[in-house]
């Protein structure tokens, strides 16, 4: 079993940078792909950025790469999403997931474990 709770979501201009958290309880943290997923209003949970569980492999979707980046600690079971010249298009509920699959996926069934979301906004 795996808890996770983000932090760091908030209010920001278009142009600013934002960086999300994601701590998880459990001593098996290391061994989960994690994943970053959002979610905007009247729109589907889609997918963000994800890393396996050594922090070897990254995976980006076209709409972040090259502004979004994502890492993780094991040490201090925690996965960060740093975002870059953020935009109006970027505001969503961000989610962290956890996944057991040794490659992570990029659709939400794919993950075993979710946090609660924090909210991000990103006005003009």
């Known amino acids: 079993q795996v808890q996770l709770v983000e932090s760091g979501g908030g209010l920001v201009q278009a142009g600013d940078s934002l960086r999300l958290s994601c701590a998880a309880s459990?001593?098996?943290?290391?061994?989960?792909?994690m994943g970053w997923f959002r979610q905007a209003p009247g729109k589907e949970r889609e997918f963000v950025l994800a890393i396996s569980w050594s922090g070897g492999n990254r995976y980006s979707a076209d709409a972040v790469k090259g502004r979004f980046t994502i890492s993780r600690d094991n040490a201090k079971n925690t996965v960060y999403l740093q975002m870059n010249s953020l935009k109006p298009e970027d505001t969503a509920v961000y989610y962290c997931?956890?996944?057991?699959?040794?490659?992570?996926?990029?659709?939400?069934?794919?993950?075993?474990?979710w946090g609660q979301g924090t909210q991000v906004t990103v006005s003009s």
């Open positions: 459990g001593r098996t943290f290391s061994s989960y792909s």
């Open positions: 997931a956890a996944s057991n699959r040794v490659v992570p996926g990029y659709r939400p069934y794919e993950y075993n474990y």
